[in-house]
DNA sequence: GTCTATATGGGGATAGAC
DNA sequence: GTCTATCCCCATATAGAC
């Protein structure tokens, strides 16, 4: 029996209609960023008024905020769930992928960092550094583990692999893709997985 | 005889004072982005008024949008300046060092597409668009030179490779670099470069 | 052309009725 | 808890005096 069923039919809807308006902000937030989107936007892409979604979040801060924090849990997740038979780099290719597919589909890339003022909130709030954290460790581990494995390059430092890792989930060449090459999401996964791991030179020069 | 002699001490100052209104909204635009910059904080880092500022350009947008405009005239110049010696490889990998240390000493990325009010913004300008048609353009030329001497590889499109290049241009991961990892301007150049051509797998696996 | 002072509008946040 | 109606700040843009 969860806890879920235990709630009133109330405190149900309730739950949902917060989920719902999690989601209307992922969307917003994907397409129009932080400034641009309104708390009128995110009540009227889930048809409730502007005063019962200040009942949920606080501020539009907090509802960014916990927005950011259910996509780094829902990546905490992917990573605990992948095969323990991945090699290292498996792992960084497939999470890469992962995260990659879910911002084709209209979700949102992990670090929104192209913004500073979203940034300067996120750094803001205890619970989202937490798991910023945790991530940042658990692919600190998979990165040495994956140069270890001679999988990954040693003569970069592990922050800055993980630092480019991170930039290439928001990573504007994407929509580029989308929008002026028509790229499949196939087809851009692939070559985002190509330049994130062999560049654009990679083999060419060897 | 130059036309600047022409102007009389008035319209120097005049243009002098423009030039310091560009040189401005470039250090607050990397700093805060578009949105959060005001007219305000342009006004008073130059020390001028509101009004006198509206006396140069007509509009925040216009603001921003010929500050972007000069960034790429800026980028055309220094690919037109190029040594003819240099092949296609060290072309693209010179211009790209060019635009990190210019971001790095406070200056903007040619392209904030991570902002999507600001790409909707330039998007509307002729005058930009025409420049970063140009731009486009001949680094396209560059590529497929780089390719056809095995310098690039020939697996990913061109433009593919052209979006994923302009995007190191406004990559988070400088900022993360300079921020968290306390890197070095001439560290972070030369990481950025081996990530950019090589990848964070690249000679590693090979 | 430069300023002080102000108009205008948008959007985050809330009062108060139901 | 939900809504309608409103507050109010702030930032863009301008009017009007000098």
Redesign the pocket.
């Known amino acids: 029996m969860s806890i879920f069923s235990k709630l009133s039919f109330?405190?149900k809807?309730?739950k949902l209609?917060e989920q719902a308006v999690l989601d209307a902000t992922t969307t917003l937030l994907a397409s129009k960023g932080f400034d641009l989107?309104?708390?009128?936007d995110v009540a009227g892409e889930v048809g409730?008024?502007?005063?019962?979604l200040?009942?949920h979040f606080?501020?539009?801060?907090d509802l960014a905020t916990e927005v950011m924090i259910q996509l780094l849990d829902d990546a905490l997740t992917y990573l605990d769930g992948q095969e323990p038979t991945l090699t290292s780099r498996e792992r960084l290719e497939n999470l890469l992928e992962w995260a990659l597919r879910k911002r084709l589909e209209g979700g949102l890339p992990f670090l929104p960092s192209g913004s500073p003022h979203v940034r300067e909130i996120l750094t803001k709030s205890l619970r989202y550094l937490t798991r910023a954290y945790k991530l940042h460790k658990q692919l600190g581990q998979i990165v040495d583990s994956a140069k270890e494995a001679g999988e990954l390059r040693t003569d970069l430092p592990t922050d800055v692999i993980l630092f480019s890792y991170y930039s290439r989930t928001c990573d504007p060449a994407v929509d580029y893709m989308q929008l002026y090459g028509h790229y499949s999401a196939d087809a851009i996964v692939r070559h985002m997985l190509t330049i994130t791991f062999e560049g654009i030179a990679g083999s060419a020069r060897s």
């Open positions: 109330k405190d809807t309730f209609r989107m309104t708390m009128d409730i008024s502007k005063p019962s200040y009942k606080k501020s539009k801060e």
